[in-house]
């Protein structure tokens, strides 16, 4: 069944891309609050659809059998 909702913020798209959500763990620098240093990532192992907005603003990387919506 072909869904046009993002898994992540939930609003209705044309278009949506299959990825895998990055946690990252950082650390913040205590001398420059604008600057962090990312620590570790971890990717999820199963896949969401997402769209563009959402894949500009979290991290994420795109599956390799990408299938679009």
Do not use: H
């Amino acid at each position: 069944m072909k869904s046009d909702t993002c898994e992540n913020c939930g609003d209705r798209e044309e278009k949506l891309y299959r990825v895998y959500r990055i946690y990252e763990t950082i650390e913040l620098n205590q001398f420059d609050p604008n600057f962090s240093q990312v620590l570790s990532q971890t990717v999820e192992p199963e896949s969401e659809m997402w769209c563009l907005a959402c894949m500009s603003l979290y991290p994420n990387v795109v599956a390799d059998d990408q299938n679009q919506q």
